[in-house]
């Protein structure tokens, strides 16, 4: 595995891709797992201060969600409790009115499942997004569909929005968030990384 690992770090597979993107940024892969991870976070893809850092969730999208876990930064970034696979390992770019991109398909396509059997199996997984959740859950539903029924896939799998500020009006909008899921996700993260 330890060769898969590092074509996953050297991966330029979509450097083409990246180049005609408005950013014209070369591919920068963040690689943040290691088997025997307890806590499995599967999210999009990394934001441009991510592929500048090289540290997934180096941003207020990361505070965000530490926040929402109840765990601190060293905890977070523990590859040996909490494993990082987004469905693509770089930064898409942006398009021209500024967006970021979506994960480039062929990434999860060429490396999710060596990097799922590099893991292994863990206690809990979170879902963060609608890539991640098309990729690891059943059926076609929004996000918003997913994270209302979360209790239909805990304690093993929860469905979260992104924790990105483009969502505070989510949030606002659906109080059962905070008031429900919450502290339900807080008390399986504290479980599953004792």
């Not at 943040?32 to 893809?45: C, D, E, H, M, V």
């Amino acid at each position: 595995m330890s060769q898969s690992l590092d074509e996953m770090r050297t991966c330029n597979i979509c450097a083409a891709k990246f180049a005609e993107t408005k950013t014209r940024h070369q591919p920068r892969p963040v690689i943040w797992f290691q088997p025997g991870a307890r806590l499995l976070i599967a999210g999009q893809a990394p934001g441009a201060r991510v592929h500048a850092s090289g540290v997934p969730f180096d941003d207020p999208s990361g505070d965000r969600l530490r926040d929402w876990l109840g765990i601190s930064r060293d905890v977070f970034y523990d590859r040996s409790r909490v494993a990082i696979l987004p469905m693509a390992f770089c930064f898409p770019g942006y398009d021209a009115k500024g967006s970021d991109l979506p994960p480039p398909k062929i990434c999860a396509q060429t490396w999710r499942d060596a990097a799922m059997q590099s893991i292994g199996d863990v206690p809990l997984t979170l879902t963060i997004g609608g890539y991640a959740q098309a990729w690891h859950m059943n059926g076609k539903m929004s996000v918003t569909e997913r994270v209302a029924r979360w209790r239909d896939t805990a304690p093993a799998l929860f469905p979260l929005p992104h924790p990105s500020w483009r969502n505070t009006g989510w949030l606002k909008k659906h109080p059962w968030f905070n008031a429900e899921l919450l502290p339900a996700l807080r008390a399986r993260v504290q479980e599953v990384l004792k």
